[in-house]
Each structure stands twice: as structure tokens, then as C-alpha cells.
């Protein structure tokens, strides 16, 4: 987009009147009475609670909510002085999981898919496509296919896809929760300079302040019981709600992560007497039985320890912690737990029972809906007590015991798939807690999370290294590793034979 | 190389719409499922073989894509053969299975029959890309785009099934629940499946709508998809194909109309 030609939209103006928004089957209203104004070319920065509705008012202003039978509205919510509705396309809706966001199998197409629902001509089509691609700074060809882009590229291309419609209004809904630390900065730069080129009007949810904090004018913030928290400039909101918004979750810049750093190299390492669980001599890993993605790891796994796996997406982070778990095999050398760790099973826990990982290794996968298997939490914790055949008595105990420290109790019969995000973060936890592993493997526990979900993650982890769990975590964000992790293990995403990954060791 | 992204090439055949490729490929059986003689299935597969040399395809690409139909041709034929109906000379007879001269030829017919429609389905098809049939079947056959192009946006997903399928495998080794029941866990694993998907879909539906799918006005399309000389070449060489093995058929007399 030229800049003449993105100059060319004018921005587009908000108006909510007593708004409010009830799905259907809820008895509570996601948003309700909701008074609200934003000028055209304003760049607000939405901020609230988890379930303040913030997703609910992006999703109504772009008129993707749905008709009557996804929910019930009242109050009036206009755009540019019309139902949103009523004039697709008018706003573009940049959301947060990436892989939901491709539409077609080639780049140009996919840019290409807004405009042609809009019903743009041909050849303006193909001149808006290549400026949206200029615009976000993705210079690949047209038919280059968008299953191999990475997250930060796919979200990229989706913001490219919103642009290609000329919108007037500009939502982003958490466009870089799911991304590692070069994508966030990827989109976050591609649309800076977007921003500079337009006169949309634009507003972003994120937890995550710093990121937006300079690209926007505004902050506003949701209450989670209904209407507008506060509503300002950033700086006077994030001085004077700062508190607030860092318990209700937002990441609020200089007021750190609300925890005394605990740990932080403090905690005694490989201290005497520490008892090594798993080593693993001249491993080779493999998502499939011929693709190796790093070979040489030679790692120690200390009882009452933290090791953090880094490195850039696609270096096979995620395979070497569900090798460490002993649910992938390896592609060479081996892994192997100490005979006092392997307790009467092989020394290999790859070659061990589905039961007997239960009391030895935990893992928690990235997305928890993968292990989820019951039809309600409690049910869902029971699994494994069951599994390993303990009396009743004992089981229900401690189900009750996970569920109070994990502060599921009052969700004790709710369906698993139900939950929010951070509550399911802390089932998916609990699960595994539920059989008492002495080794906890975790996938990006706090992708995603906001700062509370995040604190208790942090404080659980912490707890459990003083108890000599051992936990080793696959993860991108830095305060996390800083916060718990004496050991760093970072993989360069160098693959191929005679390359060692380089650990970083650091204490 | 995957389905959303195939082969592409220089020649003339990855040029070609492919509601072309599907027209050919569906008179070429519609006309050889009419009848079972080996005549009529010898002749269209002769001239098919002629044909593949303008393919696009390698030797060895076209040994491995057809190969599943180079499986599937004879293992019927032997099936026939053994359990067919019994007519004529008996040549071998053991229990239920009994080789007469009547299941031998209806044998070699089936056997021909599976070759000559599947090999042409099968090349036709290798060289579709999926994005460009979604174009054609929109804009050249008019089938509704909200219909073809859901599916053509559901197929990208496919893989993502793939990827959630391995994930929910080796969660329930996590979970302590892979000893036993391999069926229940089977089952419990597939329904899991089914709701991912459906979150899935829906997540992608929302994204579609975002982008002003199913908005009220009149869509236009990118790509152009049009229907020329060649394709109309292309479904012209399938129809002359069908009538010449139909006509020989008949005239040396072996054409038997499974309709009579």
C-alpha cells in the first residue's frame, strides 16, 4: 500500500450506547452497558480482566458475532454510524492463533481472499495484494506456499489479508499471545509501519503492555462487571490503574512480574547430594523416524531442579522435552534414568508402561485440550490416581487436594473443554501433579497466559523444586526462565550431522 | 510436495482446468462401467497408454502414484477369478472356489476395467492443484462459492488433524491410560479428535467471515478460471476414447451391457 493509497481510508468511528452482548446459553453477559467513543484515527490499546468481554466488543465491532442464535444483544454498538453488520469489511479482525488465520495454500491468494468476498476487481485486487504485502514486509513470491511460514510470518500474512480490504478500523485481538520473541517483534514492527502509512482508527488487546504501549494514544480499560474501568492516556491509566490492572492479569511495564525473584541461580543447582534422574548420552532426536532435528545432546536431569530448553521455533524444542518424557523415541544414543529414578522399570522410559510414567514423569503438553480425556475436572484428575489402581478413598483425597491447590475447587464438575484458558493451563498442570511425578516436563507452560495464570504457574513450579520434583520446560519467555531456571539449554535449530547445539549453560 | 500444493510444470496438461481433468476422467468410467468385456477396457487402456507420455509425469512418479491401483486391479481380478460366476468349462474347483472359463474372462475383464478407469483418474489427477479446481468448479460449473470454498479452506486443516492425531496419542501415554483397551482408547481418542476439529473449524470460519466471507455482495475472483480450446481437446480425446472402445466392442460382439 502506498502511502497515498492507505491515506486514501479515512479512519472509522466507534460508538457504543449502553452495549451489551449475551451468548447464547450464558446466564451472565460478557459485556454489558457499555458507553463508549472513539474518534476516527484514534489507536486505543483495550485492556480488561480475562472475561471482561474485550474479545466479545472486537469480534461485535468487525460483525463477526453472529446472528440471534450466537447471543443476545442490547444497547446500540455503530461503526461510522452504522451497525457493524451492515458493512463488512469496513473493519478488519486480526486474531490470535495463527494457524486458524490461513485460508488458502499460496500467499498471494490468501491476501487476495478479502478482497474478493468484498467484490474488488480483478486487477485492483492483485495492486492491493502486492501493497499489503509490501506494507508488513513479507517479500516472498505469490505462490509461495503458507503451510511453511512460521507463526510470526502467518500472522503477517493474515494482517496483510485485513489490510488488502482497506479497513477503516483496524482490531487486533492478542495477534502476538502465540508467538515466540522474533514474531512478536515481527508483527509488532509490521504494524507500526502500517500505522504510520494510515488513518485507520485501531484498537488492540494484549496483555502484554510494553509491546503496544508506543504505537497507541488511548487505554481503555473493560470492567469485568460491566462498563469502562478507566479510560485516558496510557501513561496517566497505567500509573494510576496499575495496580489494579496487574491483579486482574495485564502485564503493566516497570511494575515487573509482582514476585520477589525466588529463585532466579539462587536455588542450589546440582547441589551435594542432588540425585540425578535422567542423562542422556549422545542424544539424537526426531519428529519422524528419518527427520533428525539435533543430535549430540548430552544432558544431566538433577532431582529438585529446574532446566530450561530455548531456542528458535523448529529446533525441536517441543521433540527433545517428549523425548526427555519418554514418549518419543530417539532417533540415537539414548535416554536413561538412574536406577534409583527407573525404580524397577527399564532403564529406558521410552520402553516403560503408560502406567509407570505416571509416578516418574509428568508431562504437561502446549495445548492442554490435548490431554484431556474425562467429562469433568474432577473425573479428569481421578485419571491417573485410578490408573495406578489406588483405593478410592485415596483417590478422591487427592483429587480434593490438587483441586484446592490449584484453585479448581469451585469448577470441581465443569467440562474440561469449558474452561478458560488459564484454568485449563491449571488442569492441565494438576493432571499430572495428580500422580506426584519426581520429574515434571512442561510445554510452554505460560504461553499465552496473562500475568496472574502466569504468577501461580511460577509460584506452583517453585514450590514443587523445594519439594525435589525436578522440572525441565520448553520455553520462549525469558522472565519465566529467569524467574525459576538455574540451567539453560538452547538449541540452535542447526541440524545435520557433526553440528552440537550449544549449551548455554548459565547460573 | 502435498495435496494443497502439487507438482507443477511446463507443459500443457498443468495448464488445463481442472474441471476438464474431472470431466474426462468421469466420461472415460461413466461410458466403461456401462460394460463388462475385457474388449472394450483392452482398447480404452491401449490408447491411455498412449496418452501418458503427455502426462507430466515421470516414469517413476507415475510408477509410485498409480501404483495403489496397480495393487488393487489384480487383487480383484484373483477374487473374480476364485469366487466369480461359474460358466463354462471347469478348470479348477476347490470348496467354494471354482475356476471356470466364465469367471477366468470376467477376471481379466474386471482386472482391465479397474486399470483403464483408474490409471487415467489417477494421472488426471496428480496434476490438480486444489486451489485451481476450487476456481474452476466456482466459476466454470457455478457450484456456490461458500460451498467450495469452505471446502477448499477445510482441506488446509487436514494436516493440522495429522499433527493434533500424534499429540492426543502420546498424551494418553502421558496420562497413564495406553496399557489397556486399545479399542476404548481408540474410540475416546477419535471423539477427541472431532472436537478439536470442530474448534477448529469454527475458529476458521470466524477468521473467513472476518475477511468479508458471505458478505451480500457479488464476489469476485482473483484467478481467472476459463474453459478454452484445450480443455475442450482434453474432453474431446476422453470421449473419442470411450467411443472407440465402445465401438470395437460392439463390433467384434463382446459388448455386454451390465444395464440388460
Known amino acids: ?507 | 510436495m502435498s495435496v494443497l500444493t502439487p507438482a507443477r510444470g511446463t507443459q500443457a496438461i498443468f495448464r488445463i482446468n481442472p474441471v476438464a481433468k474431472l470431466a474426462a476422467a468421469l466420461l472415460l468410467a461413466g461410458v466403461l462401467i456401462l460394460t463388462i468385456d475385457w474388449v472394450s477396457a483392452a482398447v480404452a487402456l491401449a490408447c491411455e497408454f498412449v496418452l501418458f507420455f503427455w502426462a507430466g509425469l515421470s516414469l517413476k512418479a507415475f510408477a509410485l502414484r498409480t501404483l495403489p491401483v496397480w495393487i488393487a486391479a489384480p487383487t480383484a481380478g484373483v477374487t473374480t477369478l476364485l469366487y466369480g460366476q461359474a460358466a463354462g468349462a471347469v478348470y479348477w474347483s476347490f470348496g467354494l472356489v471354482n475356476v471356470t472359463e466364465g469367471s477366468l474372462e470376467l477376471a481379466i475383464a474386471t482386472t482391465l476395467r479397474i486399470l483403464a478407469i483408474g490409471l487415467p483418474s489417477v494421472v488426471l489427477f496428480v496434476t490438480v492443484d486444489p486451489t485451481d479446481l476450487a476456481d474452476g468448479l466456482a466459476q466454470v460449473v457455478k457450484l456456490p462459492a461458500r460451498f467450495v470454498l469452505g471446502g477448499l479452506a477445510g482441506l488446509r486443516l487436514v494436516g493440522l488433524f495429522l499433527e493434533d492425531w500424534r499429540a492426543l496419542e502420546l498424551a494418553r501415554r502421558a496420562r497413564g491410560i495406553a496399557d489397556h483397551g486399545a479399542l476404548r482408547r481408540l474410540l475416546s481418542q477419535a471423539f477427541a479428535l472431532l472436537v478439536l476439529s470442530i474448534r477448529r473449524g469454527s475458529k476458521l470460519a470466524t477468521a473467513m467471515e472476518a475477511r468479508g466471507f458471505g458478505a451480500p455482495v457479488r464476489r469476485t475472483w482473483a484467478r481467472p478460471s476459463t474453459f478454452r480450446g484445450c480443455e475442450v481437446a482434453l474432453v474431446g480425446i476422453g470421449l473419442a476414447v470411450a467411443l472407440l472402445a465402445v465401438g470395437v466392442s460392439v463390433a467384434t460382439g463382446s459388448w455386454n451391457c451390465v444395464l440388460t
Open chain 1, 1 to 507: 500500500m502506498t502511502p497515498a493509497a492507505a491515506a486514501s481510508v479515512l479512519g472509522a468511528s466507534v460508538v457504543a450506547r449502553g452495549w451489551g452482548w449475551r451468548h447464547a446459553g450464558r446466564r451472565g453477559w460478557a459485556v454489558d452497558g457499555l458507553d463508549l467513543r472513539i474518534e476516527p484515527g484514534e489507536r486505543v490499546l483495550l485492556l480488561g480482566a480475562s472475561g471482561a468481554g474485550k474479545s466479545t466488543l472486537l469480534h461485535a465491532l468487525a460483525g463477526v458475532l453472529g446472528g440471534d442464535e450466537e447471543g443476545e444483544q442490547r444497547g446500540q454498538l455503530l461503526v461510522n454510524g452504522a451497525e457493524p453488520t451492515a458493512a463488512r469489511g469496513q473493519a478488519g479482525l486480526l486474531l490470535q492463533d495463527p494457524d486458524s488465520q490461513v485460508i488458502l495454500a499460496r500467499v498471494g491468494d490468501d491476501v487476495a481472499f478479502g478482497c474478493e468476498n468484498l467484490g474488488v476487481p480483478r486487477e485492483e485486487i492483485w495492486r492491493r495484494v502486492h501493497d499489503a504485502l509490501d506494507m508488513v514486509g513479507l517479500h516472498l513470491p505469490l505462490s509461495h506456499p503458507t503451510s511453511a511460514l512460521s507463526g510470526g510470518q502467518k500472522q503477517r500474512l493474515a494482517l496483510a489479508g485485513v489490510l488488502a480490504m482497506r479497513p477503516g478500523l483496524l482490531l487486533l485481538d492478542e495477534p502476538t499471545a502465540n508467538l515466540d520473541p522474533a514474531g512478536v517483534l515481527d508483527v509488532r514492527d509490521s504494524v507500526a509501519r502500517v500505522l504510520e502509512h494510515s488513518e485507520a482508527t485501531f484498537i488492540v488487546i494484549e496483555h502484554r503492555v510494553a509491546v503496544w504501549q508506543n504505537l497507541v494514544n488511548r487505554v481503555i480499560v473493560l470492567d469485568a462487571a460491566g462498563g469502562v474501568l478507566a479510560d485516558g492516556h496510557p501513561d496517566e491509566v497505567l500509573t494510576r490503574q496499575g495496580e489494579r490492572l496487574a491483579a486482574a492479569g495485564v502485564w503493566v511495564p516497570g511494575r515487573g512480574s509482582g514476585l520477589a525473584s525466588s529463585r532466579g541461580g539462587t536455588h542450589p543447582a546440582s547441589a551435594p547430594g542432588s540425585v540425578p534422574l535422567l542423562r542422556t548420552p549422545g542424544l539424537a532426536i526426531a519428529r519422524t523416524r528419518t527427520e533428525v532435528i539435533a543430535r549430540d545432546i548430552d544432558l544431566t536431569v538433577h532431582a529438585g531442579t529446574a532446566l530450561a530448553v530455548t531456542g528458535p521455533n523448529g529446533a525441536g524444542k517441543s521433540t527433545l522435552a517428549l523425548t526427555l518424557a519418554g514418549l518419543l523415541k530417539p532417533a540415537g544414543g539414548a535416554v536413561l534414568a538412574s536406577p534409583e529414578f527407573a525404580a524397577g522399570a527399564d532403564a529406558e522410559p521410552i520402553r516403560w508402561k503408560s502406567r509407570q510414567l505416571l509416578t516418574r514423569i509428568g508431562t504437561v503438553f502446549q495445548s492442554p485440550e490435548h490431554q484431556f480425556v474425562a467429562a469433568t475436572v474432577r473425573a479428569e484428575l481421578a485419571v491417573g490416581p485410578r490408573a495406578l489402581t489406588q483405593p478410592e478413598a485415596a483417590v478422591n483425597a487427592r483429587v480434593d487436594e490438587v483441586l484446592q491447590r490449584l484453585r479448581l475447587d469451585h469448577l470441581a464438575e465443569a467440562n474440561p473443554f469449558t474452561l478458560s484458558g488459564g484454568e485449563k493451563r491449571r488442569l492441565s498442570v494438576g493432571t499430572v501433579l495428580a500422580t506426584q511425578p519426581r520429574l515434571l516436563v512442561l510445554d510452554e507452560p505460560t504461553f499465552g497466559q496473562d500475568l496472574r495464570t502466569w504468577r501461580e504457574i511460577v509460584v506452583l513450579l517453585d514450590e514443587l523444586l523445594l519439594e525435589g520434583t525436578a522440572v525441565v520446560a520448553v520455553s520462549h519467555d525469558t522472565d519465566f526462565v529467569a524467574a525459576l531456571f538455574e540451567r539453560e539449554y538452547r538449541l540452535t535449530g542447526q541440524a545435520g550431522p557433526g553440528v552440537t547445539p550449544r549449551a548455554a549453560v548459565s547460573r
